[in-house]
């Protein structure tokens, strides 16, 4: 009939297209009812347990016990409360500790490997004492004030930026390639205990020192690797000693550096651990049609 409007056709379905698609009849930014449909809020959060996560935060606290032990060694040894041949045996019997433990703990050390590594630290230790001149005069012209103000601070550098996850620790047999970060703590471990020694009056108490450092710096973390890869329990006994050795060394030293120890482990070990589980409650994460797509590929023989 004249006069009469013919209506518009119906418009297909709408239907998702891929990298942006257009579509006869719809906007290129067109969405229906349907397209929050397939949204899912926190498919990928982790609930943490809070035990779980205060075990994890104790390699941190038994890395600062063993730190501290290492900082209260150089302060007696500064005030000549430790003689040359004390250090010295003390060097010796945790040198063979260390190789006990990894004797017993390690699953790929050979009688090869060890006896390469027997090899290694005897070269290692010759150097040292060869070098032990030159470290004792390194600083002869700066103030001790300004060497201890820099000790600390290069301390607190390789504890930021030190691996506690032990993920970059080379353990017997293994190749494995460490970061910058690691490498720059390990570079100020090192530097720090050449200030320490370099404040030595004798070449012996220097290379002892040294050797000490090197084997806290060094050695440790692979033993404790070790100790937490072969049972989680001794690491954790071996934790506990260790920190109470620490607090019972630094009592006797300062009460005040005792307290702030202690209320350093008590926020590490606990406080941390409760922060983390009450921020983990609004986290907020959506996922949805708009994300990449992941290709799945289904392979049958």
């Not at 579509?23 to 349907?34: F, K, L, R």
Request: a neutral charge; glycine letters at 4%; hydrophobic letters at 50%.
């Amino acid at each position: 009939m004249e006069g009469e409007v013919e209506a518009d056709p119906p418009r297909p379905k709408w239907k998702k297209v891929a990298y942006g698609g257009m579509q006869p009849g719809y906007d290129d930014n067109y969405t229906d009812e349907s397209f929050l449909a397939e949204m899912v809020m926190n498919a990928n959060v982790v609930k943490r347990d809070f035990f779980k996560v205060m075990r994890d935060s104790v390699s941190i606290s038994q890395y600062l016990c063993i730190v501290a032990l290492l900082v209260c060694v150089w302060a007696h040894t500064l005030n000549f409360n430790i003689a040359e041949i004390y250090l010295l045996v003390l060097d010796v019997g945790l040198l063979i500790l260390g190789f006990l433990v990894l004797l017993l703990t390690a699953r790929k050390l050979s009688l090869h490997l060890f006896s390469k590594y027997l090899l290694h630290i005897s070269f290692f230790i010759s150097g040292l004492y060869l070098l032990a001149p030159i470290y004792q005069t390194l600083t002869r012209s700066i103030s001790s004030d300004s060497i201890w103000a820099l000790a600390v601070s290069l301390l607190m550098v390789h504890l930021f930026l030190h691996d506690y996850s032990g993920s970059t620790i080379r353990p017997p047999g293994a190749l494995n390639n460490p970061t910058l970060t690691s490498n720059i703590s390990l570079n100020a471990s090192i530097v720090a205990s050449v200030l320490i020694a370099s404040r030595l009056p004798s070449r012996l108490h220097v290379f002892a020192i040294m050797l000490f450092s090197l084997q806290v710096f060094l050695f440790a973390p692979l033993v404790m690797y070790c100790i937490k890869r072969y049972s989680f329990k001794l690491h954790l006994w071996v934790s506990f000693f260790l920190t109470v050795g620490a607090l019972g060394v630094i009592f006797p030293l300062h009460r005040l550096l005792f307290a702030l120890f202690f209320c350093l482990l008590f926020f590490i070990s606990v406080v941390c651990p409760y922060w983390l589980i009450r921020m983990h409650e609004y986290k907020f994460e959506i996922n949805g049609p708009w994300d990449e797509a992941k290709l799945c590929f289904d392979i049958t023989e």
